[in-house]
């Protein structure tokens, strides 16, 4: 599936704010998740990041946007700035929607986050345990304000049911294609 990720993230762009022209896109993906991201720099310099996903159930993306812009918005103090925040558009997480033929992709804005340090290319034990701390601190914070976030309907059941019916889908289009004619 060969898919055009540059033209759809204009077209999100057009949809959020044709006001603005984009010079150039440029791909910052590390290729570890399905997600496609990327730096969308402006003829004036501005930049964002738009990410891409195909990946899953259009309805569980944007759920999972609105959680994380809650997070955004909630977190105190050290984590208040941690988490990125999308881009509103009439008081809502903004994402496009780009659904063709056997396309159906979603792109979704954030503000760029600044980073003061970043971490070495490979961790010592006394990263390792500071990083941990630190986890340990974001989840606590986490759960402090785990009554303002919205109700998810994606389980680890739900989880499991995707799976299993894609591994049927998987098994079934082999079993077709190893039968005698």
Known sequence: MNIDYNQIIHKAWEGYDASRTIARIEDLSVYVSTNRVCKVIF???DF???KASSYGKYE???EDHRII???SN???YPFENLLAKSLQKNNRVYIYRHKKAKHDVWVVFYNPTRVMERLPRRLDDAHIKS???QMAKFHLACTRIKNVIPKS???LRTDINALLQT???IHAHLAAACMPI
Do not use: P, S
């Open 43 to 45: 003829t004036d310099g």
């Open 48 to 50: 964002i990041i738009a």
């Open 167 to 169: 591994v049927e889908k």
């Open 60 to 62: 569980f993306f944007k």
């Open 153 to 155: 309907g994606k389980t």
């Open 131 to 133: 990083l941990a701390r």
């Open 74 to 76: 909630n977190l105190l």
């Open 69 to 71: 812009q809650t997070l």
